[in-house]
């Protein structure tokens, strides 16, 4: 099995410093956070993934303690979130053959406004909907499915999100066409997988998938 060219629209689970955009926060890779572990690229969920799947790493678009909705950290600017990134890097002008989606984390942590559940088709979202994590969700899996109509889209559920995050991304993964993958007792120091961690989620994400 193979990803072939992949890119990861994340946060801080997904970081590490120098594989993402310039001017983004990192978690992994940094002094600050020496202790958890992960202290190369190779210990990664994403750079373990790709290499056992001889698969090609094109984007990595993660921010650490970002949110999916635009009610961001009040540290963070409003282009942090999920759903002001997609638009910028996945217009569909680069071509992905698999875009991997993991977030959520954040809007659970921070509380997050909730807002309607209802998914609709991604252009129907407003700006106000997507000050919400519920409609955010939706509306970047269905812009993700609508621009890369050819890449196959992975929506990962990481455990101890609100039971309506996590909800929400299975129903909204089941509309849009995307696959699911649902993670479970990931080894973590101070809520971010450590380098066992990391090996869990790669792991996961094979079974899910092959």
Known sequence: MTFGKVAILGDSYSTFAGCIPENYHTYYGIEKHADVGVSRREDTWWDQLIRETNSTLVLNDSYSGSTVCTTVRPDLPDWSAFAVRAPLWFDGKTKFDTIFFLGGTNDSWIN???GDPELKEWNE?????????????????????AHNPGARVVAIVNEGLKPAIAETIKAAAKKYGCDLVLLSGVSKRSGHPDTLGMTQIKDQILAALS
């Not at 979202?125 to 499915?145: C, H, Q, R, S």
Request: proline share 8%; net charge neutral; charged share 25%.
């Open 112 to 114: 997050s406004p909730l």
């Open 125 to 145: 979202y407003t700006d106000e909907d997507k000050k919400n994590v519920l409609p955010a969700i939706g509306f970047v899996l269905g812009y993700l499915k």
